[in-house]
């Protein structure tokens, strides 16, 4: 199957830095999709990007669709305790999603 | 609106058991699917399905089946259970164009 590396593969941060991680492949993909995960609970959706080059923001997080479509990007800014979770990337390609084996972000208060 | 649920939340088999992982959501869309998800890794497609009638193989479907009678439900049976079959086994709904993709919570699984 297709496989999507996601780095890095964990952070310790302080609170109020920014943070960035990306997911990479070496298959195009025609949507990209940013994930959050906290502790006994489903993933839940950040923002989806469409196109090649497109730049999206939801509130402190943006996140970026690669020009050569086998990349993608995400950024936190100013990182609050909350943050904390797994972050996962996933691909679409045809009807099927693949995910990344995301990045575990912990805030240091 | 519950969005997607899942049920059971926590299950436990013995080798060679057979059970199904209920999925149901109330949001309308065509696309649903199941992913298991082991420590460590991402979440893996098992099975799909693009509407009611329709379902399709994803990467590890072995070792699993499904059906879709109806919009709403998306039930994954397991047909003869493994040790390797245990996992935590989400179900999603996606919404039509947008691939907006919504999770439930998950069912915790464990084959001794």
């Known amino acids: 199957g297709q496989q999507l590396n996601q780095s890095p593969q964990s952070m310790f941060i302080q609170e109020g830095e920014d943070v960035s991680m990306n997911c990479t492949s070496s298959s195009i993909f025609n949507t990209w999709l940013w994930y959050k995960q906290e502790p006994g609970e489903g993933p839940v959706l950040l923002i989806a990007?469409?196109?090649?080059?497109e730049l999206t923001s939801n509130g402190r997080l943006t996140a970026q669709f690669g020009i050569t479509r086998k990349d993608s990007f995400l950024n936190i800014s100013a990182s609050i305790p909350s943050d904390v979770g797994i972050y996962f990337c996933?691909?679409?390609?045809?009807?099927?999603?693949?995910f990344g084996t995301g990045t575990s972000l912990t805030v240091i208060p | 609106n519950a969005g997607v649920t899942q049920t059971p939340k926590f299950q436990v088999l013995k080798t060679g058991q057979s059970m199904t992982l209920q999925c149901a959501q109330d949001?309308?869309?065509?696309?649903m699917s199941w992913y298991r998800q082991d420590p460590g890794m991402g979440l893996r497609l098992i099975h799909y399905?693009?509407?009611?009638?329709?379902?399709d193989q994803g990467e590890v479907p072995n070792g699993y089946n499904v059906s879709r009678s109806t919009t709403e439900d998306f039930p994954l049976r397991l047909l003869s259970a493994a040790p390797s079959q245990t996992s935590v086994y989400f179900c999603a709904s996606t919404r039509g164009r947008s691939y907006e993709q919504y999770f439930g919570p998950g069912t915790r699984l464990t084959v001794t």
């Open positions: 996933a691909g679409l390609t045809g009807n099927q999603f693949y």
């Open positions: 949001m309308n869309h065509e696309y």
């Open positions: 990007l469409y196109k090649a080059g």
């Open positions: 399905s693009v509407g009611a009638g329709i379902t």
